[in-house]
């Protein structure tokens, strides 16, 4: 599809969309009918099969291969796990680096789990060290070269912040850590589904993220990238059956991990979730991520004029390079905000005492009409 075709080409999928401006994808993407019919194939499988566990270690396989394809990986490449959360600290478990390479440097930008996962490296001898933000939401990239140094193993950082919609240049990010010898892990979340990512194109080490926002799927699935050369260091503590190297040979007298990133798994797949993850992938496929981007950079660039006319605060970043599909609007109450848009049937959610307004590729100049007077109407509600 072109931009061009988009939305009229794809709303009438989306059921929601008749009763609502949805502008809340960067929490969950709008149940589409493929999905729910995904869902209704699930329990059919089920009810007419039993247990059928090839056809869903095959699903299993196909969620795989899918990520594969969406991050120009190879599937031997990609882990599919039910959290970026698992996945993320399946890798940490067995990310050993040299020693004297103890430190992990993270941005103020990234989402509570990788804090918490990175502090938690702290109990092994680990250390952590932030880099803040600067007033115009961003992460200088001079201030993170500056912590990247030859004690850092591994850097964290956020592809488009959870909190304000800011995007970090991360392909670059990833070649300054390079060339002091740091991995680079990237939590793409924000991201995947809205912004095309090429993992070779990045060069990147590690990419995780998930299906249920702009990927359209549900909770319950997620994936994580390792760059195949990295695979044969990486021996991870936590783990489960469906990372050993044969899964099916029930075997409890050792620990022989997967050799493909599959060893980043743990337990039983989310098997319904798989089913919706693929029906989800498969239409942001057929639809384009590339034209998803340019359509919603459309959407945003009319969004960020409109709030310039009413006298709104964006706490997004203005230059169109450094956002995403996501833009926070400063509130001075953000509760009461979404409350009052959802009042006149536009979903939107808070964080940080910002309104948190994101389109996708389902979304319409109307929309964004929509929201522009939506908020004009809760002015009192607008932080100047
Ligand atoms: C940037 C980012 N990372 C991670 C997550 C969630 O991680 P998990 O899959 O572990 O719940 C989110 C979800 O909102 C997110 O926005």
């Not at 006298?311 to 996501?326: E, I, L, S, W, Y």
């Amino acid at each position: 599809m072109t931009p061009d075709d988009l939305p009229d080409s794809i709303r009438d999928r989306f059921p929601l969309l008749e009763h609502a401006v949805y502008t809340n994808s960067c929490s969950q993407g709008a149940l589409s009918d493929e999905v729910r019919a995904a869902y209704a194939q699930y329990l059919t499988d089920w009810d007419e099969k039993g247990a059928p566990w090839e056809l869903w270690v095959e699903q299993a396989e196909g969620a795989r291969s899918r990520f594969a394809r969406l991050l120009n990986a190879t599937p031997d490449e990609i882990a599919v796990t039910t959290s970026v959360s698992a996945g993320v600290s399946s890798l940490l478990s067995g990310l050993h680096q040299p020693r004297g390479r103890d430190k992990i440097v993270i941005s103020d930008f990234e989402f509570p789990t990788i804090g918490q996962i990175t502090h938690a490296q702290e109990l092994l001898g680990r250390k952590v060290e932030h880099v803040a933000a600067t007033a115009d939401a961003t992460i200088p990239l001079e201030r993170l070269v500056e912590a990247i140094d030859d004690e850092t193993g591994l850097v964290a950082i956020t592809y488009v912040c959870f909190r304000n919609g800011s995007k970090t240049d991360v392909k670059e990010v990833i070649r300054r850590a390079h060339e002091v010898g740091a991995l680079v892990l990237v939590d793409a979340f924000q991201a995947v589904g809205a912004i095309p990512i090429d993992v070779r194109n990045l060069n990147a080490d590690f990419v995780a993220g998930g299906v249920l926002k702009y990927l359209l799927g549900s909770a319950g699935l997620a994936f994580l990238y390792c760059r195949a050369d990295l695979l044969p260091q990486i021996t991870p503590t936590v783990t489960g059956w469906f990372a050993d190297e044969d899964i099916f040979e029930m075997d409890i007298s050792d620990y022989s991990p997967s050799p493909t990133a599959r060893k980043f798994e743990s337990g039983t797949p989310s098997i319904p979730n798989i089913y919706a993850g693929i029906a989800g992938m498969d239409l942001m496929h057929e639809i384009g991520i590339e034209a998803t981007e340019r359509h919603v950079a459309g959407l945003t660039g009319q969004l960020v004029d409109g709030l310039d006319r009413i006298g709104a605060t964006m706490v997004t970043p203005r230059d169109p390079n450094q956002r995403g599909p996501m833009i926070a609007v400063a509130t001075n109450d953000e509760r009461a905000m979404v409350a009052a848009l959802h009042g006149d049937g536009i979903l939107t959610s808070p964080r940080d005492g910002n309104v948190r307004l994101s389109f996708h590729c389902y979304n319409s100049e109307e929309d964004v009409e929509r929201v522009i007077s939506g908020l004009a109407a809760h002015s009192d509600l607008l932080a100047r």
